[in-house]
């Protein structure tokens, strides 16, 4: 077994481990990166892009169907071959890519999964490897459902890469994974069933919303489980009898093709032997951290997905690595400063959110007022024949300011990105109202909605 010395080890080679590894290098560390599974982590290759390569095809079926009678008389005809073709030319060069940028960053590779022997001790395949500073960033992956018949399970990576789109479908979760899936398959001409634990799916998002979403699915065929869970899972000839159980105790049995268990991630931490290292985990099993993302040992830091802040989004992540970046190699001074985040679900149609929720201004005592309203007949989803279009903005009427919003609706998933702005630069409502924006674009209803 050989032995090897490094200034700085990074663990985990998605987005985050990689951005580390490299500003490392260019610092004049020496730096070595382990990775057990394909190097690229989990938007790239198992994530974010290539399930928008699929949403990109499922939106164009859908506008079809929502455009029929309306100069379309019939849909296209649809490949799932052509689309895994279409997605694997996008997620095949990633690992080999990502592997070669390290080395001619002057990275040394590993293929193999890390484990802590002491606290700066890891053994990486048959190599032990002694490192100053150590930065983990193993990413998250599905948790196990521990229920009869989990073996019949796929999961959302699975899923990523079936052979074909089965008929029906069954869905564990709703989520925004599990409602990405859902909304992916049903529009290319799978009948989904969604069993949600809440009232709503999407939880995440509010509540308003999502309701007003789920009967949109409902209407188009999608059906709902709600306050419900799957308890079992048996083999049922060439298909499977899916158990489930709602909130007062009663049963029902769905039959199906395929069923996709959506239900949670948990951080990617099983083989690092943390306790090895003594290094401290939440009650979710994420690493804990400080807000320089550091560990309950100053030499170890953990960001992403695997670490206890922020929510688990690469553009988290990425903040998370530039922040490290400057305060390691650059003579930075930073701390983590994430609020607000944006997030989205690529839903049909899309669902966004960034700033305060309902629950935070019930309860900041603060003078906020809500601009909800269902924007359906609005220009901007009526030219597309939404099926629903809505939204929720948070507006503090002492400062003037946008605090909170929530988008259902065509473009929502952009749109976002532009309230975002408004709320992190505190962009006074009344300025918002002085600026042109193009029209008709689904900027343009920003306007309306900060005065509806």
């Not at 890390?114 to 948790?143: C, N």
């Not at 093709?257 to 290292?277: F, K, M, Q, Y």
């Not at 670490?307 to 400057?326: E, F, K, Q």
Request: hydrophobic letters at 40%; charged letters at 25%; aromatic letters at 6%.
């Amino acid at each position: 077994m050989s032995n090897k010395h490094y200034e700085i080890l990074v663990v985990g080679a998605g987005s985050a481990g990689q951005s580390v590894a490299v500003a490392a290098a260019k610092a004049g560390k020496t730096v070595a990166i382990a990775e057990g599974r394909a190097y690229g982590g989990t938007c790239p290759l198992r994530g974010c892009d290539p399930k928008l390569v699929l949403h990109a095809a499922a939106e164009t079926m859908y506008r079809l169907h929502r455009l029929s009678g309306k100069g379309f008389t019939r849909a296209p005809g649809f490949a799932w071959e052509d689309l895994m073709n279409w997605k694997r030319s996008f997620t095949e060069p990633i690992p080999e890519k990502s592997r070669q940028r390290m080395r001619e960053s002057g990275v040394e590779v590993y293929q193999d999964y890390a484990s802590f022997v002491d606290e700066h001790t890891l053994k990486i395949g048959g190599t032990t490897v002694r490192a100053d500073t150590i930065i983990l960033a193993t990413g998250m992956r599905p948790a196990p459902l521990d229920i009869p018949g989990s073996e019949h399970l796929l999961t959302s990576d699975d899923f990523l890469d079936m052979p074909d789109l089965s008929a029906e479908m069954v869905i564990v979760g709703g989520g925004y994974i599990g409602t990405e899936i859902a909304h992916i398959s049903q529009a290319l001409g799978c009948q989904v069933t969604v069993v949600a634990t809440g009232p709503t799916p999407l939880e995440k998002f509010d509540d308003d919303l999502a309701d007003l979403l789920r009967q949109a699915d409902e209407d188009r065929g999608m059906r709902y489980h709600l306050n419900s869970r799957v308890v079992a899972v048996k083999q049922a000839e060439d298909r499977f009898a899916v158990e489930i159980e709602d909130a007062g105790g009663q049963r029902t049995t769905v039959r199906t093709d395929r069923v996709i268990h959506c239900a949670g991630r948990i951080a990617n931490t099983e083989r690092l032997n943390l306790e090895g290292a003594g290094i401290e985990t939440d009650e979710k099993g994420r690493i804990k951290v400080d807000r320089r993302l550091r560990t309950n040992l100053s030499h170890v830091y953990a960001l992403g997905d695997c670490a206890g802040t922020g929510l688990p989004l690469t553009p988290v992540a990425s903040h998370a690595s530039a922040v490290l970046n400057d305060n390691l190699f650059f003579e930075g001074d930073r701390d983590l400063d994430y609020y607000p985040i944006p997030t989205v679900a690529f839903a049909l149609p899309g669902m966004a959110a960034v700033g305060m929720t309902a629950e935070e201004v019930e309860g900041s005592g603060r003078n906020i007022s809500t601009h909800f309203r269902v924007n359906t007949d609005w220009f901007h989803p009526r030219h597309l024949n939404a099926s629903v279009s809505a939204f929720k903005v948070f507006v503090d009427d002492d400062k003037g300011v946008v605090v909170g919003a929530h988008l259902l609706g065509p473009d929502a998933t952009e749109l976002i990105n532009l309230l975002y702005v408004a709320i992190r630069q505190k962009i006074l409502i009344q300025d918002l109202q002085h600026m042109i924006f193009a029209y008709p674009t689904a900027a343009s209803m920003v306007q309306s909605m900060v005065k509806a």
